[in-house]
């Protein structure tokens, strides 16, 4: 698997959102929880950002995400699921789901119930995720064909 390089040039906001829980018709002292957040992207490298400038000292949770990718092997239901993480509060947290190649994903963010106010960052990474190994046997591979036809050639030479 590629090492990523951890430089801010190789990240690019994607989604940036900020979202307030809804109160009960009829009750203002009660209030609807902030509706999940879904969204599809390009690329299996992110970074997410929960924040809630009015939360108590001592709440740590923020929500959770949960990653899918578009398999195609269901009829009715495309999406698989294929990582969830749990996000604690104005704590960045790296979503990484490269073992899984496709062309488009999605990520799904849920929050916890007590919030009212959320702000929702998420980045994408965008530098090189080609992996040195596969370019590597890439070389090889080619460098085989070459040698196994120059083989071929000495062989077919004297007859």
């Known amino acids: ?25 009829g009750n203002s002292n009660k209030f609807q929880p902030i509706n999940p957040v879904a969204f599809r992207l390009n690329t299996p490298v ?5 924040e809630n ?3 108590n000292y001592n709440w740590w949770l923020a929500g959770w995400c949960q990653a899918y990718f578009y398999s195609g092997a269901f009829v009715n239901r495309q ?14 947290v790296l979503l990484d789901f490269r073992k899984y190649q496709a062309e488009t994903y999605a990520l799904e963010f849920t929050f916890a119930k007590w919030h009212r106010d959320i702000k ?18 890439q070389k090889v591979i ?5 040698l196994e036809k120059k083989v071929d050639d000495i062989s077919e030479y004297g007859r």
Do not use: H
């Open 53 to 55: 400038r009015t939360a």
């Open 120 to 137: 929702l960052q998420v980045w994408k990474y965008t530098g090189d995720l080609t992996d040195a190994v596969d370019v590597d046997l």
């Open 142 to 146: 080619a460098d085989l064909a070459r």
């Open 79 to 92: 999406l698989t699921s294929v990582g969830e993480w749990k996000i604690g509060l104005s704590r960045p």
């Open 46 to 50: 992110c970074v997410a950002l929960i």
């Open 1 to 25: 698997m590629t090492r990523l390089k951890l430089s801010p040039r190789n990240w690019a906001s994607i989604k940036t959102s900020t979202l307030k829980a809804r109160k009960f018709p």
